[in-house]
């Protein structure tokens, strides 16, 4: 995209959008109306704004947003980075839809009476007036405020929505709700092997020979990595695939290995075994770089073979063979190891097996290989608006200190700290806290009652809390199980910053708009609320009253965050994202780890200590309970409960569906489109049946997503908290096995 005049399209991406009924995508987010005349554009009649998309996704894009007449009239991905290349997802494309949705939450509202649907438009300061003087109540009544929780997620991962966590440390020591539903058994994996959760630049990808996608749907999930993959595969590299859904990314492969559940792990060390057998691997670095390799080796000659492998994961031993002997002897060769495969009970030593298959043949520290999972190399914000000090007197939870997933929470030098509880178990932890009982609920960038877990659960859990207070932007099914909703701003119409957990890109989200409605950001929300607080009794919040969140802004970056970007000042990215200055494209070239003995550690006393084995041995995973494995991935049209409920999305996704093998319908009677009742000892869910293919015979498949309008559909419906083998370690709480659930299915 250039500012040059163009002969490209042009109709407002939003107003026009309400008037027509049909619309085309033409390039860089232009929208036509079907059989309407090309209008031309000139980039110079709008005003142009950067933003970063803030949803958890990989791709974390950097947005070039037109503005005239103080409305977003398109978006387009920012052409300077070479990871978004100018181009967005269909979410992304439809971030109008949202910011003008007539859906969205405009004001502050109260609902007496919760799932009763009587919602009531109250004021800004009546809303924190009800919420302050419940605080005040508490902490009269408990002597502390542990009866006020905090759960709060991804919604918006700008940096300066941390601010709700300041939000609570400057109320008093409260209850937090810790760890992560995504990816922390592989985090800990990760960080016992290598010392941390490190992956090489997505854009180096490029230069792999040889890619093993494995339990990651790029398609999807993460469409500009996409050609990364794709230009490796036009220069020669063979990609492989195992996923328990043919995909699209499958469909994109060279081999497609569809194990049966929970078995990653043995396939991984199966290939390890025929590869030492071999004698492929690579001798300098099991030598010089690792320790406990001889011990791995010990254990894959004594209990695993290429047969035990294929037995276990149903891949023939032959395609075993093949497949490892290739992935050896390509160099470099890459793992791309997907969140999905560790949300098991033994997610965690699959990880641990994938990254050791990858270090033994010489591929951690090289350009294009690499155990590739995530990182947090980016992310050294000083986190600002999270550090508040809790006001004089707080007393809180004595035993331990707070612990987040990106570990950043203060030590408050005293011997008072938030009391935690597992994230993964939402509805167990509200019901289980005692002394005091939690009685309110504050929920922000998160919607428990869609992503949480057992829902019935979690709607009883609910109902036992005094006060549910819900910040968000729609009324979802956590603002129906509230008491009060207040309306957030979108991107468009807030300041923050972005980093990605994948690739290295820093992206600055300008205020492109006022406001909508009553809307306000996180943080403003945080300075109404102490606002109130000290109005009522002084002193009882530290939190600032006044916010300009450009000061804010400012005070997230220091001297750390601009050298690595190369830039003076955080107003430089006005111009466009910026990518960190990297000595090398690969994570851990310098073969220096983190981990105890600055090797990496084949075996791991500290894995040991934290009370799993400390080889990457297989690990059994959870025994089925029921007919058919249950799968809820993300949808295409969604991130979790985000996205798919506009109208622009229903157009893409109408309905939802649980999809099934044919012969496993025909088994049960079931034809395709029929109305099923798909049940389990969590709940139940009705739903439209489709037949496919691309899901095992044993397998039912139903994305995660929220439809909104009248839809009764929820996945969580039919997914328990068991947790996940790992996580603990680094992000507080174990993981969740949310791909080790089990279901049948019958005719509705
Ligand atoms: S959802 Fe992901 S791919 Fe889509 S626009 Fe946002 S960051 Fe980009």
């Known amino acids: 995209m250039t500012t040059k005049k163009s002969t490209l399209s042009r109709r407002r991406f939003l107003q026009g959008m309400s008037a027509a009924g049909a619309a085309a995508m033409l390039p860089c987010g232009l929208l036509v109306p079907a059989g309407a005349n090309a209008a031309p554009f000139n980039a110079a009649d709008y005003q142009v704004f950067r933003n970063a998309c803030p949803r958890n996704c990989y791709d974390t894009c950097s947005i070039k947003t037109y503005v005239k007449d103080g409305v977003v009239q398109f978006i387009e991905g920012a052409p300077e980075s070479t990871f978004t290349n100018g181009g967005l997802c269909v979410k992304g494309y439809t971030y109008g839809h949202r910011i003008y949705s007539p859906d969205r939450i405009k004001y502050p509202m109260v609902q007496d ?11 800004w300061d009546e809303a924190m007036d009800r919420i302050a003087r419940k605080i005040l109540e508490l902490k009269e009544k408990d002597g502390s405020l542990l009866g006020l929780g905090l759960t709060k997620y991804s919604g918006n991962f700008g940096i300066t929505n941390y601010g709700v966590e300041g939000m609570m440390s400057s ?8 760890g992560t539903p995504c990816w922390p058994a ?10 941390n959760m490190w992956c090489n630049d997505p854009e180096d990808m490029v230069k792999a020979k040889y890619i093993i996608l494995w339990g990651a749907n790029p398609a999807w999930c993460s469409v500009h990595s996409m050609k990364y993959v794709m230009e490796a595969k036009r220069r020669g590299a063979k990609v492989v695939v195992v996923d328990p859904v043919f995909t699209q990314t499958a469909a994109k492969g060279d081999v497609f290995w569809q194990p049966n559940v929970s078995s990653d792990g043995a396939l991984a060390l199966g290939m390890a075994r025929h590869i030492l057998d071999l004698g492929l691997v690579d001798e300098d670095f099991v030598k010089n770089h690792s320790v406990g390799y001889e011990e791995f080796a010990a254990y894959l000659r004594q209990n695993v073979t290429v047969e035990w492998a294929s037995e276990l994961s ?36 699959s990880v641990r097996a994938l990254d050791a298959l990858v270090a033994m043949t010489g591929n951690v520290g090289k350009e294009g290989g690499g155990a590739r999972y995530g990182h947090l190399q980016t992310w050294g914000f000083n986190y600002h608006a999270m550090i508040q000090k809790q006001p004089e007197g707080s007393v809180g939870f004595v035993g331990g200190a707070a612990k987040g997933e990106f570990d950043f929470t203060s030590g408050s030098g005293n011997s008072y700290s938030d009391r935690t509880v597992n994230i993964n178990k939402t509805a167990q932890s509200i019901l289980d806290a005692k002394d005091p009982a939690l009685k309110m609920l504050w929920v922000s960038c998160k919607n428990p ?7 019935n659960k979690l709607e009883k859990a609910f109902d036992s809390l005094d006060l549910v207070v819900t910040v968000d932007q729609f009324f979802n099914e956590t603002v129906a199980n509230s008491d009060i909703v207040l309306p957030v701003t979108t991107l468009f119409e807030e300041w923050t910053v972005n980093v990605s957990y994948w690739h ?26 102490s606002k109130k607080m000290n109005e009522l009794s002084p002193g009882s919040c530290t939190f600032p009253q006044e916010i300009d969140t450009r000061e804010w802004l400012e005070k997230e970056f220091n001297q750390g965050v601009y050298d690595l970007f190369g830039i003076k000042h955080w107003t430089d990215l006005k111009n466009g994202p910026v990518k960190a200055r990297l000595t090398s494209s690969a994570a851990w070239n310098e073969l220096k780890f983190a981990t105890p003995s600055g090797k990496y550690e084949f075996k791991s006393e500290l894995c040991e200590q934290n009370g799993h084995k400390a080889l990457p041995e297989y690990k059994e995973g959870r025994k089925g309970y029921d007919k058919f494995r249950l799968l809820t991935p993300h949808t295409k049209f969604g991130l979790h409960s985000q996205f798919v409920n506009l109208d622009w999305m229903h157009e893409y996704n109408k309905e939802p569906y649980v999809y099934m093998h044919p012969q496993a319908a025909a088994e049960k009677g079931i ?22 293919n691309n899901v095992a015979r044993d397998c039912l498949l139903m994305y995660e997503a929220w439809f909104g309008k009248g839809f009764d559909f929820n996945v969580q419906n039919l997914v328990d ?24 299915i019958e005719r509705a």
């Open 449 to 455: 009652l869609a992503q949480d877990f057992d829902r």
């Open 113 to 123: 009476g919760r799932r009763s649907g009587k919602w009531r438009r109250v004021t």
């Open 186 to 195: 592989g985090i800990d994996a990760q960080n016992y092997d290598l010392g």
């Open 171 to 178: 109320l008093g020591y409260t209850t937090r709700f810790v």
């Open 671 to 692: 034809r395709d489109l029929d109305m099923v009742r798909v049940f389990n000892k969590v709940g139940e869910q009705k739903v439209r049946v489709k037949l496919t």
């Open 314 to 349: 149903g891949i023939p031993a032959q395609e075993i063979r093949e497949v490892a002997e290739e992935f050896a002897t390509a160099k470099p060769a890459t793992v791309w190891i997907g969140y999905g495969m560790q949300r098991h009970t033994n997610g965690g030593a």
């Open 504 to 529: 290295y890109w820093l992206g600055l989200n300008e205020q492109a708009v006022k406001p909508m409605y009553e809307t306000k950001s996180n943080i403003e929300i945080a300075a109404a609320l």
């Open 721 to 744: 908290d068991e947790s996940a083998d790992m996580g603990a370690f680094k992000a507080g709480a174990p993981g969740v096995a949310i791909h080790g659930q089990f279901a049948d």
